[in-house]
């Protein structure tokens, strides 16, 4: 089993929507959870990044963690066209510079 | 200019070749990273570097070797490049964090192809 799991996609949305994409990892001691987005032949970029559990918000972007449920969530509203990337989430350790990487998931956002 | 650059951005090369990837970086972060991407594997860490005289191996190092010209420029290389070393290369960098864990800066990316 991977430490982190993530749903390929594509995930096809219509333009509006509100998008949902998750990870499920199995290391209780993560405490530190990264979202990334990647467009097509370009580097990850960090889009959010959140400690231990609960809610934070960016614009039209929220990033869900649920420790409990070794569950993460990364939520767009108001999805746009230019949202179309790769996201990538990303866990570690407290005061490591390890990270373990999701595989990514495939948005397509349609106009 | 961007904070993070890689270079070459394309390399196509053949099974047996010696091929260098290089990293600079304008960020001014100590830690520099270097990590391959395949499709269903996700990035996996190959080495990083916290300082010029501190060099580690990743996950998955064999095959590869890297150098730490200055704080600024990380470089991979593939001393005898073999067809499953195709992949997506990105250099990173980060700074040691003051709290919690460092936030990772990543570049454009190498394409690089062993026929």
């Known amino acids: 089993q991977k430490e982190v799991e993530q749903d390929p996609g594509p995930l096809s949305v219509p333009e509006g929507a509100i998008v949902s994409l998750n990870c499920t990892y199995s290391n209780s001691a993560f405490q530190y959870f990264m979202w990334y987005r990647q467009y097509s032949r370009k580097g990850p970029e960090l889009l959010m990044y959140t400690y231990s559990s609960g809610n934070k918000e960016d614009g039209r972007f929220t990033a869900q963690v649920d420790k409990s449920s070794k569950y993460i969530s990364l939520f767009i509203r108001d999805s746009q066209p230019s949202d179309s990337a790769t996201y990538l989430c990303?866990?570690?350790?407290?005061?490591?510079?390890?990270?373990?990487f999701g595989t990514g998931t495939r948005l397509k956002v349609l106009a | 200019d961007a904070d993070v650059t890689q270079t070459p951005r394309n390399r196509i090369t053949k099974t047996g070749k010696r091929i260098m990837l290089e990293c600079s970086q304008t960020k001014g972060h100590d830690r520099m990273y270097w990590y391959r991407q395949d499709p269903g594997l996700g990035l996996r860490l190959i080495y990083y570097?916290?300082?010029?005289?501190?060099?580690n191996k990743g996950e998955i190092s064999d095959g590869y070797s890297v150098s730490r010209q200055a704080q600024a420029k990380f470089s991979l290389s593939l001393e005898s490049a073999i067809p499953n070393q195709t992949a997506l290369y990105f250099c990173?960098?980060?700074?040691?964090?003051?709290?919690?864990?460092?936030?990772?800066?990543f570049g454009p990316g190498t394409r690089l192809t062993v026929l």
């Open positions: 990303a866990m570690s350790l407290s005061g490591t510079y390890k990270y373990i």
């Open positions: 990173a960098t980060s700074d040691p964090p003051r709290e919690g864990t460092d936030t990772q800066y």
């Open positions: 570097s916290f300082d010029v005289k501190d060099i």
